[in-house]
């Protein structure tokens, strides 16, 4: 099985780590865009206690976060330790005593199914701030002991260079995809043929000018997202639980060297436009103050721009694509795509190769629009 | 006459430039110091209508301003056009069409004395915007024409360029001040003694850690101003005049290449850290916004942070430092630093070389607190 | 007559100025490409003494040369001032006396038909080391007084301010290529159209991209340069004059701001390859440092990448696209874009409104390989 | 024990978490200066062939190099895992057989003293060019396989978080040191007084300054290195080996994320300048290149500035400063920072107090010149 992975942020990594370690015969190219989300995502796994109102979603992002811990374990064992993976908890903000109650009851009756999310606590102003001290004094949150940080960019260079040692080749450029007679052949890069038994398109927000020569479209948007680094100097935030100020969309992240991330931005209608805006600027930072006015005094380090693929309704896009034999599409994760990459690129993967898939994808399948009625 | 000019700003450098015209032996001494005021300064030379309660403040700050014109036709002559001068007019932003009246009667009320000042017109919210379309609507503002702007970094090096050409010499380094029998004798500059008869302290926020070899101190102190700079991509913003809100000292001041400079902070108690702050970054943002929100979509570029040098009482610094024969301190210009500059710059050359002043100095005259007293 | 320019670099400026102050009805458009070449020029306005072989660029670029002081005054008249242009003459460096004696005669052969380059002088080590104080002693160099140069950005900004003064409209966007019946109808931006009468392409090394709408190709390659810019802190390098080492290709330039320019690399097979590479970084350098050591000290500042778009056989590519009609090419100048360039945008503003040229274009006529035949 | 250490720096972060572990109430006080040495190291650790003929440093560093293993595990179990550390091997390069068989005999004499070298390999140009695949065909190696690589920045921060845990404040600012009665009493920072039984000045080039209120100096001087960082895009780099040419002091060393550091310049009169030169970045491509040409396409990242310590000798100074009562030294340590930083900083702790030594330090004890004489 020749399987040829197009994308090399956080999805396709996964997937030519997934299937390399399965034995396929991996090719992983990428093209190197300027504004992949990956790069620019915060990384918070913490799922539990999302908004989302869509119940595949939240199963499919559960089910990620699961299976986080043994991937970090597996490839710790292969000698990729740095991660920036560590499970600090997490932090969700309420306005009042009445909110916060409601939210930790929501969690305790998902905590059944989902016991990786440990333990529900009511925090008052104090214990919030002791976990996290530039918050705004006065703030309730529920904390849940179970939530987890990583780096996007960290996590997928280790699966590339794990699915490197596991035998997969990893080539740089722009992949143009070729289909004949309703199935994929493989892609050109450079103009050198790659032949393949198949491809997996995880592109982001690049996948519908990917897929074109399948004569689909899959409704891949670019959601742009400005997120700013800001450094504390020498306070050790190693230990700081992800912050979720609850309605805005919002959240504040620390890392082991002294930097909280902070954003980002939702904008659907800039395209691919690569640019800080003052406007962007001023929402990322405005939101952050406003719960935690302690970061006032950090340095600000810079802001990076990321597009989050959309799929239609917000949905992710994962499978095979009707019409084409041989294309899978792995994409759409949105603002979700350090917690669901890992595992939708092993979905991708087990898709790719025919094996069994321990979760139905059936509500992501693409849609895959014939552009020959645009 | 050997004379030393310590730091070259826009004063020092001003006050080389005329020494050196006025026929004196000049050298130049700079140490690069990060945070120079001159390179974080905005640039709005239109001091006409400020808050400012202090008539010898004014009447620096307006003398200045009429000096300019020459100045810089006299630098063209010199071959020195990029100095990002250009009579743009300011805008002065009021709440109410009450508050325009007055603002306006004052203008008229000073405009006998300073015609520099030009026409003063009250525009409504259309005409506003019209000369400066980032503007929100239904915002009044009094317009007077004579306003003009200036890059200071650019008249800077202009200004060292033509005194090089007039002959003085420009010495990179840290200076020491060196003092004998209540005389300056010179400076050393990386053990290397210049020799001099009068040294023009022109050293800003850097300014008592000079002068201590005389025993005093002047009780010069930083004032950090963090400012930011925006790109609006092809906009011809040239013509744009300078844009005063009023009562928050915040500014925004466009340049020929569609950069739009907003800010500033003015941090009494930061010391001489030379940090974009995450505080100071959304406070300037949120000022130009709240004002201009048709910047919001414009590209960030970067945030500089500039020490400006606040003498005691907020008044410019200027003239014979008592106790110490040959002193000259010229400093202290706080926010008008690059309004008040070089016109400060020359008095300071003249008042070592003797020569008669334009303008009484004793109200700016050095304290020089004696430090034996501490 | 609607005419449209596609491309702000400075030949597109340069046709739009031209255009406008000619009366016609201007839309410049421009897409904002990294690597343009005019960001990553030098700006070198001394053609006299150029080893290519080929009397119709020769011509070309002389003319070209000749053009400038009245467009720095014109520009100047209307108020832009800040061009980076100054005229400081050139040294071109040899390896012997023989070689001396050849250059200069030479240049002197020439000297009646382009009195522009101004006085032609031997210059023995010495004094071509007062000249620009960095060279390596015991070089000799054949001085022109009439070099001059410029700032490739700073002049198209400019150029493109008094088009846009003179009625010109510039849009920011990918533009597209639209074509019926043989003929341009103008173009569309993020979906919108534009009518125009003629298309001028000022499109650089993305032209064929630009006129494929149009059946052809032109065949203009993407030639890398890599420049780096070199601070020397407070010297006065403004009037030093620009330094061509002879057969490296390789040069020296230094502006205003204690600034010197070196470079550049001509990389013909990398394609649009945005990336400072250290093999080109490390040729960059060690052709600086060999001619002119004195830089050693210099603080490096920057690398700029640009892409010089090159026509067949290296001649520039400047006139009417046959088979088209309203369709005008106005590209390829290579590495001489910044000399050629804003004579260029003339030459191409006067062919698209069936205006006198005062030079014959025809051996620089588009070819127009049709597509079909591919 | 009240115990102060000076300077978050390699060892003084180590010495703060030595001691801290060890119970000491521990205060960390840093003033984050540019130039770092730490920050700007390779972190080649393979000390066992160096060319420096001085038995005790060579006893200091292979101690220092067997002690990291230990303290890597000790982190990893405090949940510190990025570090940047692996051992990865080291590959001196040699110009002939002859040499090769010399130098390998060296590596296997030393090698029942210090095993952990692990095994000594004489390589073909093929095998060299396997492990390190830039490397210039027809290079000659010794491979030792038990070097390893060490991320300067990331180990000192996961020092001072695993000492903060065990109880270690940290303090960010200018640290001046008291002394009263020929007794370090503690430092004030800021103007607050930091009492504490000893002192550890870890403080780097800036050692003498710290110490200038005991009255002493101990001869500590910058030497400037530049040290530049290039890309190799999605290149698994991260088991290459360390690469050590031999006689030029430069090296190349690969970490995890696809970048390659070469370098560096040893500049022992630059002072404490904080710029990047065009002669410094011209001579560190050039000796990289000339060794690994393969590196030519590798993207330019950045080039850091550190000012390595150099004690008098170029010695370590490394125990207590005669004259004063609880000021201890641990600096000088030159190109070896990241080594022997860690150990240096153990022995300093165990030092401060009072506990036995591994090593006898007199060899590197300061020599502590007397002021007053100067």
């Known amino acids: 099985m020749r399987l040829i992975v197009i994308g090399a942020g956080i999805v396709g990594s996964a997937a030519a780590y997934s299937a390399a370690t399965l034995g396929a015969n991996v090719t992983l190219v990428d093209a190197a865009h300027t504004g992949r989300a990956t790069s620019a995502g915060a990384g918070i796994v913490s799922p539990w206690g999302s908004r989302v109102d869509d119940p595949e979603w939240y199963t499919l992002a559960c089910s990620a976060a699961r299976a986080y811990p043994a991937l970090v374990e597996a490839l710790g064992e292969a000698g990729e330790t740095s991660l920036g ?3 600090v908890g997490s932090l969700t903000l309420v306005e009042s005593p009445h909110e916060q ?5 929501k969690f305790r009756s998902r905590l059944a199914e989902w ?12 214990q919030a701030q002791e976990l996290f001290p530039p918050l705004r004094p006065g703030i309730l949150a529920v904390h849940v002991s179970g939530g987890a940080r990583v780096d996007g960019r960290l996590i997928s260079a280790a699966l590339r260079r794990a699915a490197g040692r596991a035998g997969a080749r990893v080539v740089a450029g722009q992949a143009e ?21 198949a491809v997996i398109a995880a592109t982001g927000a690049w996948t519908d000018a990917f897929v074109e020569p399948a004569g689909v479209t899959l409704g891949i948007t670019p959601q742009r997202g400005q997120i700013t680094h800001i450094s504390l100097g020498l306070t050790d935030t ?5 912050v979720l100020p609850g309605g805005s969309g919002h959240y504040l992240l620390a890392f082991d060297d002294s930097r909280v ?14 640019r800080v805006t003052s406007g962007g600027l001023a929402e990322v930072l405005d939101n952050a103050l406003a719960v935690a006015p302690g970061l006032s005094a950090g340095t600000y380090l810079e802001t990076r721009v990321g597009f989050r693929p959309m799929g239609p309704g917000f949905r992710p896009v994962l499978g095979k694509v009707p019409g084409t034999d041989g294309l899978i599409a792995a994409t759409g994760l949105g603002a979700s795509g350090l917690t669901m990459g890992p595992y939708s690129g092993e979905l991708a993967a087990r898709t790719a190769l025919g094996l069994d898939l321990p979760l139905d994808l059936s509500p992501f399948s693409p849609a895959g629009t014939d552009m020959s009625s645009r």
Do not use: C
């Open 101 to 105: 109650q409601e939210l930790s009851r």
């Open 238 to 242: 190693s230990r700081w639980p992800a």
């Open 177 to 197: 995809l070729k289909v004949a007679g309703g199935k994929v052949t493989g892609v050109t890069v450079g103009g050198e043929l790659i032949e393949g038994d």
């Open 115 to 126: 016991p990786e999310m440990g333990e529900v606590a009511e925090l008052d102003s104090d």
């Open 261 to 274: 991330v902070v954003g980002a931005t939702r904008e659907n209608d800039a395209g691919l436009d690569y």
């Open 85 to 87: 993976y560590r499970r």
